[in-house]
T-cell receptor, first 113, second 114 residues
């Protein structure tokens, strides 16, 4: 039973355009959500997070939106750059879980120049 | 500041053997977590240690164990290896033990069981 789902295994975008990566979750106890980026042969790198008390968080080119009623979050990258090509993981947790993150299976983003 | 260091990077073991993986967290980080990544199951939480105590454990058999030392360095042990244990094992450290403290991952140890 997957509690965090990334239904699109891959996404292709042109340089300069917007990339939108989606994530759905089933557990209403989740109160903190994170996005990680992973390059081949490296560990995941933290990108951005959002608490369930917010519906939007921005950090430079990256914005995460949270829709609690739909149990859906999305990561927007604007403008997309070739260096953004990587696997993006959505993760969720709740306060009592400590650092136990539940990860989605990832979306591979390819940004072409 | 140095990142999370995991050793070794690659390991090949035979079924039935045991293996120990090592992780050095970022200086000042007191929480260390371990994750297993496989193509089929993705990234799955193994366990978390904070101040030498296991705080949380994922849904893995008892063959998987770990410990944390007073300097926050951590080791993970897998006994009686099975073919299905072949995976990338990732260690992550964070400043605090709460979920709101982002994890910083190492580059992992690639374990192959033959």
């Amino acid at each position: 039973d997957q509690q965090v789902k990334q239904n699109s295994p891959s996404l292709s975008v042109q340089e300069g355009r917007i990339s939108i990566l989606n994530c759905d979750y089933t557990n209403s106890m989740f109160d903190y959500f994170l996005w990680y980026k992973k390059y081949p042969a490296e560990g995941p790198t933290f990108l951005i997070s959002i608490s369930s008390i917010k519906d939007k968080n921005e950090d430079g080119r990256f914005t995460v939106f949270l829709n609690k009623s739909a149990k859906h979050l999305s990561l927007h990258i604007v403008p997309s750059q070739p260096g953004d090509s990587a696997v993006y993981f959505c993760a969720a947790t709740f306060n009592q879980a400590g650092t136990a993150l539940i990860f989605g299976k990832g979306t591979t983003l390819s940004v072409s120049s | 500041k140095a990142g999370v260091t995991q050793t070794p990077r690659y390991l090949i073991k035979t079924r039935g053997q045991q293996v120990t993986l090592s992780c050095s967290p970022i200086s000042g980080h007191r929480s260390v977590s371990w994750y297993q990544q496989t193509p089929g199951q993705g990234l799955q939480f193994l366990f978390e240690y904070f101040s030498e105590t296991q705080r949380n454990k994922g849904n893995f058999p008892g063959r998987f164990s770990g410990r944390q030392f007073s300097n926050s360095r951590s080791e993970m042990n897998v006994s009686t290896l099975e073919l299905g244990d072949s995976a990338l094992y990732l260690c992550a450290s964070s400043l605090e033990a709460g979920g709101n403290s982002p994890l910083h991952f190492g580059n992992g140890t690639r374990l192959t069981v033959t």
